[in-house]
């Protein structure tokens, strides 16, 4: 069974560009959250979906960044005019149910570097 | 009142020491408390996690104890091996927000052999 699945590694992206990142959750996990992890920070909530549903996107910024999952393929979080401050590791984590004590699963996240 | 602190941001002990990592809550909702370890260019990985209704969990080397009335918790590792050289994170979540947590700073360990 295949973990959480984020491609791609590491991305670099011109400032004005869009960045396009995915992740395909673990086999039967419905539920997926996106974190950034800013260099010495700890991991900010972003975004928490289910299948063609968004959830809760209090975390993410109102303007550039938006997000999807839908009914068949990898969830996309997309950040337009892509800026240096979103240089960021970006983490997917998926889990099969809303009950905190399963716990979530990370992907290995994308690094984008925003030049 | 969503954030968790945690301190220090770094520690540095021998092998066979034990780290200690604290981390502080305000949210009295919060009821659900794991700490993650994290590699270099690895996600984080769930360590040991403990709900509010008990005051210690104990998995292998890895010891939570957690002060309800101080809101306050803490891990522990025993033993500490160079291969326990990590970014540990502390976290918590309330059941109404489903599993998104709310992670506290980091603390980067580094256990020298």
């Known amino acids: 069974n295949a973990g959480v699945m984020q491609n791609p590694r590491h991305l670099v992206r011109r400032r004005g560009q869009e960045a396009r990142l995915r992740c395909s959750p673990m086999?039967?996990?419905?539920?997926v959250y996106w974190y950034r992890q800013l260099p010495e920070e700890g991991l900010k909530f972003m975004v928490y979906l289910q299948k063609e549903n968004i959830i809760d996107e209090s975390g993410m910024p109102k303007e550039r960044f938006s997000a999807e999952f839908p009914k068949e393929g990898p969830s996309i979080l997309r950040i337009q005019q892509v800026v240096r401050g979103d240089s960021a590791a970006y983490f997917c984590a998926s889990s099969p149910t809303t009950v905190p004590s399963v716990p979530l699963h990370f992907g290995n996240g994308t690094r984008l570097t925003v030049t | 009142q969503q954030q968790v602190k945690q301190s220090p941001q770094s520690l540095i002990v021998q092998k066979g020491g034990i780290p200690i990592i604290n981390c502080a809550y305000e949210n009295t909702a919060f009821d659900y408390f794991p700490w993650y370890q994290q590699f270099p260019g690895k996600g984080p990985a769930l360590l040991i996690a403990i709900r509010p209704d008990v005051s210690e969990k104990k998995e292998g080397r890895f010891t939570i104890s957690f002060n309800k009335s101080a809101k306050q918790f803490s891990l522990h590792i025993m033993d500490s091996q160079p291969g326990d050289s990590a970014t540990y994170f502390c976290?918590?979540?309330?059941?109404?927000?489903?599993?998104?947590?709310?992670f506290g700073e980091g603390t980067q360990l580094t256990v020298n052999p």
């Open positions: 086999k039967g996990h419905s539920h």
């Open positions: 976290a918590a979540s309330m059941g109404t927000s489903g599993s998104r947590l709310t």
